[in-house]
């Protein structure tokens, strides 16, 4: 499997592996779950339409996702509830699926878009591809720092914002959804648009239960996501099965994992460090 | 006139027996989703009625594979996607959501391999369609007396629990003072938002069933303050949606581009969101701010608080 | 000119050396208000708010919930704008910080991150971390009392110990002014008397100014230089002593009110006579209720 014409498709692999455990990181630290499950439904009406028009799917996919994502933003920053917004989206999926049904390619091309395939990436996407993921990644550790700063206090980046002009925490919010729509271009044709979300928060929730350390906690996420990817690939490829079939089990089964090392850690200090710090001093905020 | 007549009810329609079907199981779904829908609209459960959805589409998949009614197998995991949902609810609203979408990405991951081995064991086309995007001129007749009993247990399960639910949502310690169990209602109401949510799934597919759900309720909740009229509103524009859905996928047979006509799933929900467009713009509401990218808090999101503010028993 | 008499020409100069004291003094102030008004929701939040605040100096913001303290931080910061009057902050490094903030215990950040962020969070990449600056990192946690707690996730850490962190944060940066939104509001006795403590030490030894806002004035007695009062929109500002005085406030609340001292401790009732008359005392001590929340 390791010859031919699969090279291309783990190096595609890899590369989703590593934008969608990177910029995972941050949809986790945001709790940005809802516009990563969000934006990818967006991209696939732009898949189904860009195929059937002949035009490039990546390219339909990344400007739907563009859409999708600065849709979503506009919206909220208007106050829309996320009602509208869900509405919004169903309403792109069922264009997707009027798309598909007027191109000759309805059964299989919907179901490669929506739970991915092994070849999703061909040779001629795959310099795109990788500057695509260049880019995401690029940008994400360049607005590193910033971007923990905003996610965590955000109530002192907005502070911080005010008297600066420098890296406003609104154009942070921005920069952010738009990197997320183009992971989800590049990494929907290979892990399908229904499971990019498993994908983007599976193994970062299973490195931050790891290690609290954040750069640590990022590169975790990203070995975590690279091997999720790869055994993905491997088993796609030797038993004939959808990517997204393992992409979502291998996924939950990180997490599950990593909140059973969480929870042995904390059973562990308990018992060992009764006078710890965890347990000498109670709560005195009540959290919400 | 007649001519007039033959244009917008083309040829057979009233003769075909799929017609009627998809009307009979169009209009019921439409009935539940409305009444259903407005309290899960109501109460910020719109994103369980899409994971429910998604958790349903497995069970839609895994029923075809054993050659049993998809309603069932959506039905079964719905439910049991419920019950999880109940023990996973206790914890914090962030925490949840990410717990939630991990399951839906599991349960997803397993539909994709049902749903392949559907098409290569069964080597039956279009099985990935049906149970994502629904197909309801697929329906056999035998669904039909199936979707009628679930419809009423469903539409039972509201009515008991209604006025606890809206004492609930109009003031939980006025609620707690009498002796409403909470946690009860809340479970029953699941209960009751997954056999909605099985019934939509079988009619516009997993993927496009919350439309029906939350749309013509959030459109009727625009509309009145009072629920039980937003029940009635939102009954009455589900049913006119589907039935107009089916009307056009009827008649869109002839027309371009591809002269097989247009997927209903996607007419019905077309018109859906045509109608909350219409009433959304022209009753502006100021509304509150919040973060871009992500939801307000599931358990009380600030809209939908104001309307709480506002319920009138 | 001839014309004037003595007494008019040393009340005119007598007048012109109090603005110019004023003027001086306010110019070496780090921050001051004149006539800032501030309109919510059709409803008037702060009315002709001044007063200033110098290098060094403990200010205590007092006043009930909705009086408009948060209102005048977020003025401070630049988050609000103001209808009328104007703000003035001498120096950008401004430390804030906030009542309450939102970490999950899972959140991969530990209290040294997080002071870390304090530092460098604006800067762009990643952050390396190196010996200088682990060590300003580690001086910081120690002048707060953090360092037992170092290394714990920042979630997972007590509302006390969070807030050691945040104020270790916000210092980090070395700033000249340092805001906090009501610190004291969730804290027992002793914790407030511990931070109370805390930040006036840093005042005193950074010459940093110190603002908080607060419903409790007590606590602050021991060490607060100033108080700026907040009443129905309006401010009185000075010393303990000029402020909380039985004139004052009753001009303040508009209606008469009591200033007991008892045990060196203040309490402001609203009494019988005047406008209130016949609806029977009410503290207005910004008292807790029993659940500990402000009343």
Known sequence: MFSGFMVGTWEAASMVAVVGGLVGFFVVMRGSAFAAHAVPQGAFAG???????????????????????????????????????????????????????????????????????????????????????????????????????????????????SRTRWLRTGSLELIFLVVLALATSLTLPVVGALLIFSLMIGPPAAARSITANPRAAAGLSVGIALATVWLSIAGAYRWNLPVGFFVGVLSAACYLLGRGWAFCRRHARRVSAPGSVAMASAPEWEQP | MSGVWATIFQPGFFASDEVRTALIVGGLVAVVSG??????????QSFAGHSLADVGATGGSGAYLLAVPPLWGFLALSVVGAGLMELIGIQRARSRDLATGIVLG???????????????????????????????????????????????????????????????????????????????????????LAIAVALSSIALGSILSTAILIGPAATAVRLTRRPGLAMLWAALIGVLAMWLGVLLSYDSYTWPPAHHGWPVSFLVVALIVTAYLAVDLTSGRRRSRHRPDRPPVAAAEPDEDAIHAEWVA | MSGRT?????????????????????????????????????????????????????????????????????????????????????????????????????????????????????????????????????????????????????????????????????????????????????????????????LAR??????????????????????????????????????????????????????????????????????????????????????????????
């Open chain 1, 47 to 161: 898949a189904a339409g860009a195929s059937l028009l002949g035009l490039n799917v990546i390219l339909g996919l990344g400007v739907f996702a563009v859409l999708a994502a600065l849709g979503i933003g506009w919206l909220s920053r208007r106050g829309r509830h996320d009602v509208v917004v869900a509405l919004m989206l169903v309403a792109l999926l069922a264009l997707g699926s009027l798309f598909l049904s007027w191109s000759t390619q309805y059964e299989p091309e919907i179901f490669g878009l929506l739970f991915g395939q092994v070849l999703g990436v061909d040779r001629s996407n795959l310099v795109p591809t990788a500057m695509l993921a260049a880019v995401c990644v690029l940008v994400i550790l360049a607005l590193f720092r910033p971007l923990l700063l905003a996610s965590a206090l955000p109530e002192i980046a907005d502070a911080d914002s």
């Open chain 3, 6 to 198: 003595r007494d008019q020409d040393s009340g005119a100069a007598a007048a012109q050396r109090a603005v110019a004291r004023d003027a001086q003094m306010n110019s070496a102030a780090l921050l001051s208000l004149d006539r800032v008004s501030v309109g919510l929701g059709g409803r008037e939040v702060l009315r002709g708010v001044s007063f200033a605040v110098r290098p060094g100096e403990f200010t205590g913001l007092i006043g009930a919930n909705g009086a408009g303290k948060t209102t005048l931080l977020r003025v401070i910061l630049g988050l609000q704008r103001v209808d009328g009057g104007r703000v003035s902050v001498a120096d950008r490094r401004v430390g804030y910080v906030p009542q309450k903030v939102l970490l999950e215990p899972d959140v991969p950040l530990r209290a040294c991150d997080v002071v870390a962020l304090g530092l460098d969070g604006r800067r762009l990449g990643i952050g390396w971390p190196s010996a200088r600056k682990k060590m300003f990192v580690d001086e910081m946690l120690a002048a707060v009392g953090a360092d037992p707690f170092a290394d714990a996730r920042v979630g997972e850490l007590s509302g006390g110990e969070q807030q050691r962190v945040l104020i270790a944060h916000a210092l980090i940066g070395r700033p000249r002014l340092l805001l906090l939104d009501e610190p004291l509001a969730n804290l027992d006795l002793s914790s407030s008397a511990d931070v109370v403590a805390l």
């Open chain 2, 35 to 44: 009444v259903v829908g407005v309290f899960t609209v109501l109460r910020g």
């Open chain 3, 202 to 295: 840093i005042a005193r030894e950074q010459q940093i100014a110190v603002l908080l806002s607060a419903h409790e004035m007590n606590p602050l007695l021991p060490v607060t230089d100033r108080i700026v009062y907040l009443a129905h929109g309006r401010a009185a500002s000075g010393t303990t002593g000029e402020v909380i005085t039985t004139e004052v406030l009753s001009r303040l609340y508009g209606h008469h009110v009591d200033v007991l001292r008892v045990h060196g401790r203040i309490l402001v009732v609203a009494g019988n006579g005047g406008p209130d008359a016949g609806r029977g005392p009410i503290t207005i001590d910004h008292a807790r209720d029993a659940s500990g929340g402000a009343v």
């Open chain 2, 106 to 192: 599991a349960a997803l991951g397993v539909s994709a391999l049902l749903l392949y081995w559907d098409t290569t064991w069964h080597s039956s086309n279009g099985q990935a369609m049906t149970v994502l995007f629904g197909s309801i001129f697929a329906l056999s007749e035998s669904t039909i007396p199936l979707v009628v009993v679930f419809s009423a247990v469903s539409l039972v399960l509201v009515v008991l629990v209604y006025r606890p639910l809206l004492l609930a949502g109009l003031h939980p310690d006025l609620a707690r003072a009498q002796r409403v169990n909470a946690r009860l209602v809340g479970w029953v109401f699941l209960a009751a």
